[in-house]
Protein backbone atom coordinates (compact mmCIF):
# COMPACT_ATOMS: atom_id res chain seq x y z
CA UNK A 1 0.00 0.00 0.00
CA UNK A 2 3.01 2.12 0.76
CA UNK A 3 4.46 1.58 -2.56
CA UNK A 4 5.08 5.23 -3.45
CA UNK A 5 7.18 5.83 -0.14
CA UNK A 6 9.11 3.04 -0.63
CA UNK A 7 10.21 3.96 -3.80
CA UNK A 8 10.64 7.41 -3.18
CA UNK A 9 13.14 6.25 -0.23
CA UNK A 10 14.89 3.87 -2.56
CA UNK A 11 15.83 6.79 -5.27
CA UNK A 12 16.60 9.04 -2.55
CA UNK A 13 19.00 6.47 -0.90
CA UNK A 14 20.21 5.87 -4.17
CA UNK A 15 21.22 9.39 -4.96
CA UNK A 16 23.61 9.03 -2.02
CA UNK A 17 21.47 11.00 0.58
CA UNK A 18 21.44 10.48 4.39
CA UNK A 19 18.68 9.62 6.02
CA UNK A 20 17.32 10.31 9.64
CA UNK A 21 14.96 8.78 11.86
CA UNK A 22 12.28 10.91 13.61
CA UNK A 23 10.64 9.07 16.60
CA UNK A 24 9.14 10.67 19.44
CA UNK A 25 9.23 8.22 22.11
CA UNK A 26 13.52 8.51 22.03
CA UNK A 27 14.28 5.71 19.12
CA UNK A 28 15.96 7.90 16.37
CA UNK A 29 18.37 10.50 16.28
CA UNK A 30 15.75 13.30 16.73
CA UNK A 31 12.53 13.43 18.53
CA UNK A 32 10.60 16.37 16.53
CA UNK A 33 10.58 16.26 12.68
CA UNK A 34 11.33 20.24 12.85
CA UNK A 35 14.52 18.87 14.20
CA UNK A 36 15.34 17.01 11.95
CA UNK A 37 14.51 19.63 9.20
CA UNK A 38 16.89 22.08 10.73
CA UNK A 39 19.87 19.17 10.42
CA UNK A 40 18.98 17.35 7.39
CA UNK A 41 20.55 18.97 3.86
CA UNK A 42 18.72 19.29 1.15
CA UNK A 43 17.83 16.18 -0.77
CA UNK A 44 18.01 13.14 3.13
CA UNK A 45 15.03 11.57 3.43
CA UNK A 46 13.45 11.62 7.12
CA UNK A 47 11.45 8.86 8.39
CA UNK A 48 8.76 9.61 10.49
CA UNK A 49 7.92 6.94 13.08
CA UNK A 50 3.90 6.72 14.48
CA UNK A 51 3.30 9.19 17.59
CA UNK A 52 2.58 12.51 18.26
CA UNK A 53 4.78 15.70 16.37
CA UNK A 54 4.08 19.41 16.17
CA UNK A 55 3.54 21.19 13.40
CA UNK A 56 6.88 22.09 11.32
CA UNK A 57 8.08 24.11 8.43
CA UNK A 58 9.63 22.90 5.78
CA UNK A 59 12.05 24.96 3.94
CA UNK A 60 14.41 22.79 2.13
CA UNK A 61 14.09 20.17 -0.15
CA UNK A 62 13.48 16.74 1.30
CA UNK A 63 11.61 13.59 1.74
CA UNK A 64 9.36 13.07 4.47
CA UNK A 65 7.92 9.51 4.93
CA UNK A 66 6.18 7.99 7.68
CA UNK A 67 5.70 3.75 8.64
CA UNK A 68 4.98 1.57 5.61
CA UNK A 69 2.87 -0.09 8.13
CA UNK A 70 0.56 1.39 11.04
CA UNK A 71 -0.45 4.55 12.09
CA UNK A 72 0.63 7.30 10.46
CA UNK A 73 2.46 10.29 12.43
CA UNK A 74 0.06 12.76 13.51
CA UNK A 75 1.47 16.45 13.27
CA UNK A 76 -0.79 18.67 15.32
CA UNK A 77 -1.22 22.41 14.46
CA UNK A 78 -0.59 24.49 10.97
CA UNK A 79 2.45 23.01 9.00
CA UNK A 80 4.01 24.91 5.96
CA UNK A 81 5.76 23.45 2.80
CA UNK A 82 8.29 26.65 1.78
CA UNK A 83 11.04 24.55 -0.36
CA UNK A 84 10.72 24.22 -4.06
CA UNK A 85 10.93 20.28 -4.74
CA UNK A 86 9.77 17.91 -1.69
CA UNK A 87 8.29 14.43 -1.14
CA UNK A 88 6.02 14.02 1.89
CA UNK A 89 4.43 10.24 2.27
CA UNK A 90 2.02 8.43 5.10
CA UNK A 91 1.44 11.79 7.52
CA UNK A 92 -1.53 13.21 9.08
CA UNK A 93 -2.01 16.75 9.73
CA UNK A 94 -4.18 19.41 11.54
CA UNK A 95 -3.73 21.75 8.56
CA UNK A 96 -0.94 22.01 6.06
CA UNK A 97 0.25 25.33 3.82
CA UNK A 98 2.10 24.78 0.41
CA UNK A 99 3.41 27.65 -1.09
CA UNK A 100 5.69 29.43 -3.92
CA UNK A 101 6.81 25.81 -4.77
CA UNK A 102 8.91 26.39 -8.16
CA UNK A 103 9.47 22.89 -8.34
CA UNK A 104 7.47 19.18 -8.44
CA UNK A 105 5.54 18.37 -4.68
CA UNK A 106 4.41 14.79 -4.09
CA UNK A 107 2.13 14.38 -1.51
CA UNK A 108 1.39 10.80 -1.33
CA UNK A 109 -1.10 8.89 1.31
CA UNK A 110 -1.31 12.17 3.52
CA UNK A 111 -4.48 12.81 6.18
CA UNK A 112 -5.45 16.42 6.39
CA UNK A 113 -8.16 16.80 9.23
CA UNK A 114 -8.87 20.45 9.29
CA UNK A 115 -8.13 19.82 12.98
CA UNK A 116 -7.09 22.94 14.32
CA UNK A 117 -8.09 26.23 16.38
CA UNK A 118 -8.26 29.88 15.63
CA UNK A 119 -8.16 32.10 12.88
CA UNK A 120 -5.12 31.24 11.24
CA UNK A 121 -6.58 27.66 10.38
CA UNK A 122 -9.34 28.77 8.07
CA UNK A 123 -8.51 26.31 5.64
CA UNK A 124 -7.96 22.56 5.96
CA UNK A 125 -5.48 22.80 3.22
CA UNK A 126 -3.93 25.05 1.10
CA UNK A 127 -1.95 25.34 -2.38
CA UNK A 128 -0.87 28.94 -3.47
CA UNK A 129 1.92 29.77 -6.07
CA UNK A 130 2.92 26.41 -6.76
CA UNK A 131 4.29 24.83 -9.71
CA UNK A 132 2.75 21.49 -9.65
CA UNK A 133 1.53 19.63 -6.50
CA UNK A 134 0.81 15.82 -7.06
CA UNK A 135 -1.35 14.57 -3.98
CA UNK A 136 -2.60 11.04 -4.52
CA UNK A 137 -4.84 8.72 -2.43
CA UNK A 138 -5.10 11.26 0.15
CA UNK A 139 -8.00 12.57 2.73
CA UNK A 140 -8.11 16.49 2.92
CA UNK A 141 -10.93 17.53 5.21
CA UNK A 142 -11.97 20.99 6.53
CA UNK A 143 -12.53 21.90 9.90
CA UNK A 144 -15.75 20.98 11.62
CA UNK A 145 -16.30 24.74 12.47
CA UNK A 146 -15.44 26.13 15.67
CA UNK A 147 -16.12 30.12 17.60
CA UNK A 148 -13.59 31.46 14.95
CA UNK A 149 -14.48 30.08 11.55
CA UNK A 150 -15.80 27.23 9.44
CA UNK A 151 -13.05 25.68 7.12
CA UNK A 152 -12.74 24.37 3.24
CA UNK A 153 -10.94 20.93 2.29
CA UNK A 154 -8.73 22.24 0.17
CA UNK A 155 -7.60 26.13 -1.16
CA UNK A 156 -6.05 26.36 -4.26
CA UNK A 157 -4.92 29.63 -5.44
CA UNK A 158 -2.63 30.31 -8.53
CA UNK A 159 -1.29 26.69 -9.12
CA UNK A 160 -1.31 23.51 -10.67
CA UNK A 161 -2.25 20.71 -8.28
CA UNK A 162 -3.30 16.88 -10.06
CA UNK A 163 -5.38 14.77 -7.30
CA UNK A 164 -5.67 11.04 -7.90
CA UNK A 165 -7.73 8.87 -5.41
CA UNK A 166 -8.33 11.81 -3.29
CA UNK A 167 -11.48 12.70 -1.03
CA UNK A 168 -11.50 16.03 -0.55
CA UNK A 169 -14.20 17.05 2.30
CA UNK A 170 -15.38 20.69 3.15
CA UNK A 171 -16.40 21.28 6.69
CA UNK A 172 -19.79 20.07 8.03
CA UNK A 173 -21.10 23.29 9.72
CA UNK A 174 -20.86 24.33 13.67
CA UNK A 175 -23.22 23.22 16.15
CA UNK A 176 -26.95 22.30 15.02
CA UNK A 177 -29.00 25.33 15.18
CA UNK A 178 -26.10 27.74 14.73
CA UNK A 179 -26.46 29.86 11.60
CA UNK A 180 -23.42 31.63 11.20
CA UNK A 181 -21.47 28.63 10.20
CA UNK A 182 -23.64 26.33 7.83
CA UNK A 183 -20.96 24.57 5.77
CA UNK A 184 -18.09 24.74 3.42
CA UNK A 185 -16.85 23.36 -0.14
CA UNK A 186 -14.82 21.04 -0.26
CA UNK A 187 -12.35 22.89 -2.52
CA UNK A 188 -12.43 25.97 -3.83
CA UNK A 189 -10.14 27.30 -6.86
CA UNK A 190 -8.89 31.19 -7.13
CA UNK A 191 -6.61 32.89 -9.94
CA UNK A 192 -4.61 30.86 -12.44
Same mark, same amino acid.
Given at each position: ???? @????? +????????????? &?????????? =??? @??? %?? #? !?????? *??????????????????? !???? #?? !???????????????? %?? +?????????? @????????? =?????????? !??? &????????????????????????????????????????????? *???????????????????? &???? &?
Amino acid at each position: MKLV @AACLL +LLATSAGAATWVV &DATGGGQFTS =IQA @AID %AA #A !PGDVLL *VKSGTYAAFTLGKDLTILG !PALG #AP !PNVVGESQLLMDNAEV %AA +LKFSTLEVLD @ASGVVLLDD =IEVTGNHSGI !PAC &DGMRIERCAQVHIGRSLIHGKDGDFFCESMGLVVVDSTVTLTGCT *VVGETGWRVGFIGYHSREGL &DLNG &D
